[in-house]
């Protein structure tokens, strides 16, 4: 969350301030369709499928000893070469 661009941080103890937050976006609808339009955005970006299966792959790749030269999207060939040499004891 992004403060006043995809909603608004206030202080956990401040009432008051919490208030005049939800005050002012019950009461401004194009603040309220800005700031939900750009907290959308936000999240299909960083949350994408594609960017996490992205981040999920790099994980592995590190974990496997994958060197880091390779793309970050391993081509089928090269998953099953990877793998056969994991099977017939390639280091990791």
């Known amino acids: 969350m992004v403060d006043g661009e995809t909603g608004f941080v ?3 103890d401040d009432a008051t301030a919490l208030a005049r937050a939800m005050r ?3 009461t401004d609808t194009d603040l309220r369709r800005i700031m939900g339009k750009a ?3 936000r999240a299909l970006e960083r949350f994408s499928i ?3 299966a ?3 792959e790099e994980l592995y790749e590190q974990l496997l000893g994958a060197p880091t030269e390779q793309p970050s999207r391993l081509s089928s060939t090269t998953r099953e070469d990877h793998a056969e040499g994991l099977h017939n004891g390639a280091k990791r």
Request: hydrophobic share 40%; no cysteine; aromatic share 6%.
């Open 10 to 12: 206030v202080p956990s």
């Open 24 to 26: 002012r976006l019950a």
């Open 39 to 41: 907290g959308r955005a």
């Open 50 to 52: 594609e960017r996490m």
């Open 54 to 56: 992205r981040a999920y």
